[in-house]
């Protein structure tokens, strides 16, 4: 052997001889409860080597600060996360009392201190206040870009830029623990629309009493219609063999569960996988609910998940399609 070709057999990739782990075609969606210290875009990653899936996406970040449900999806349950995206969230939180901080979270650095006046009571009215639609301005340390650029980068840099207030909805919002007078920390369950960030409620809630706040613990507990129930750990999954971390996924029409369901005939089905729309009055529904409802879930006569669809002025009409076979 010449010395070129050991010196280029010694430089061989140590993983050149190693096989290519094959990635399955997996629809799905996995109710994953995602540990602290993580954030949403690499559990994604973790879940998705385990399942050894082709195609995934989660729907909506977590802050690695928080923990709790993060539904990923697999395969055709991608086509649907947005529904996900745009549901309303519930958490349960807890606020310190009387300190501020760089990131509105216990990540960042202590800004100012205040003493802390008020009692149970005085923080129990200040949260009916924050009930139903109000303004929430943007913490600098968020996703949301300006001129293309994170403002976190911007944050991390030292600077401040304008932001507009946004409307959101807190549906709920209730008490569940005050350590008041003793300890100064208030835990909270909250459900809220899309878009509203828990640590700015804290922030906001902790000016209103004249003391300031910020949040050591989030913990998302439902996204739409799912919850925690069946959710499962990473741990879980890690120690699990292949056949019992299949069956943790839950079907793709999970995501969609809140959607009135419409069944159609084999010739109606046809049509509709063909994308073609269907007049209401042709098939076997109850015209007024989907009408009412203006988007169903569409099914054959075998229960298969066909896609969803849009039910208005008298006409199904395909919105998204489940590839034939892969739900």
């Not at 929430?136 to 304008?162: C, F, H, I, N």
Request: hydrophobic share 45%.
């Amino acid at each position: 052997m010449t010395a070129s070709s050991k010196k280029n057999q010694g430089e061989q990739r140590p993983d050149a001889a190693r096989p290519k782990v094959p990635r399955r075609l997996l629809d799905g969606v996995l109710l994953l409860d995602k540990p602290i210290g993580l954030s949403s875009n690499d559990a994604l990653i973790r879940a998705k080597r385990l399942f050894r899936v082709k195609k995934a996406g989660h729907t909506g970040t977590l802050d690695p600060l928080a923990t709790g449900l993060l539904p990923l999806c697999f395969g055709e349950a991608t086509k649907f996360s947005q529904d996900l995206l745009d549901a309303d969230k519930t958490y349960e939180a807890a606020m310190r009392l009387g300190i501020r901080t760089t990131t509105g979270d216990a990540e960042g650095e202590a800004i100012e201190t205040r003493e802390v006046r008020c009692d149970e009571a005085a923080v129990r009215a200040a949260m009916t206040k924050f009930v139903g639609e109000i303004v929430q301005v943007p913490p600098m340390y968020s996703a949301l870009k300006r001129d293309g650029k994170p403002l976190y980068e911007y944050a991390r840099a030292g600077q401040t830029v304008e932001r507009e207030g946004r409307q959101v909805t807190i549906l709920a919002l209730e008490m569940i623990a005050c350590g008041l007078p003793a300890i100064a920390e208030v835990t909270f369950r909250v459900t809220c629309s899309k878009g509203t960030y828990v640590r700015t409620l804290a922030e906001d809630i902790g000016e209103a009493l004249g003391c300031g706040a910020h949040l050591v613990m989030l913990r998302r507990t439902g996204v739409g219609a799912l919850t925690l129930e069946h959710a499962v750990t990473l741990d879980a999954l890690t120690a699990a063999d292949e056949p019992a971390r299949d069956a943790w996924l839950q079907p793709v029409d999970a995501l969609l569960s809140t959607f009135p369901a419409v069944t159609l005939n084999a010739e109606a089905a046809r049509r509709f996988t063909h994308g073609q729309r269907l007049p209401l009055n042709e098939l076997v529904l109850d015209r007024a609910a989907c009408e009412a409802a203006d988007r169903v879930r569409v099914y054959d006569e075998g229960a298969r998940l066909l896609g969803v669809a849009k039910a208005a002025n008298g006409v199904l009409a395909p919105e998204r399609l489940v590839v034939s076979g892969a739900a």
